[in-house]
């Protein structure tokens, strides 16, 4: 949380498009570990149901990019873009700050692996996981392809204000998050 929040609050500083970029990257590299670890802690923590669990990390995440698509369209109203940066990217450091001191700490779960050590092991699973791999990476490039230019889109092609054309854009989210939720609960049938 704190090097997206810290990238994207710097970038929303920058008049330099090469700064802007870079603080955008630094940004990604921290928002590319909000899945990994989440998926680590419904792993550890959650020792039944683990698709439902999954299904309502992914419920929240889809609301608060929803939240953030329909308030950023409130916002171009009324503000620069960089100003939105500003203020979106600080909220980072609040989320940080449950985690920072947080008193209860885990360690790795190791037991399954010590119980089974063939279980991550067997035969199927290297073809499963280089299937899900390229599944995964099709569908972030189509979803990412679509969402960044589609309030383009919109703005240069429908005419639409830009406020109106982001809030489109974060309907996208909305059946995510919406069906999140019962799938996650099916996954676990």
Known sequence: FI??????TLAGTMDSMAAFVVLLLVAAV??????????????ETAHSRRGAVF???????FLAVCVMFFLNSILLKKFEWQSIILFMGSSGFFMALPFLFRKERHGPNQTSEQENPSAFHNEGSAQLLILFLITI???????????????????????ATPGVANLM???VFVGGMLFTPLFGVLSDR
């Open 55 to 61: 299904g309502f990390f992914e419920f929240w995440g």
């Open 137 to 159: 990476t099709l569908r972030f490039f189509s979803i990412t392809a679509v969402i960044n230019f589609m309030t383009t889109f919109l703005v240069h092609e429908i005419e």
């Open 169 to 171: 854009a974060g309907f």
């Open 30 to 43: 921290g928002t590319s570990s909000f899945h990994p670890v989440g998926l680590a802690l419904i792993d």
């Open 3 to 8: 090097l997206s929040a810290l990238g994207m």
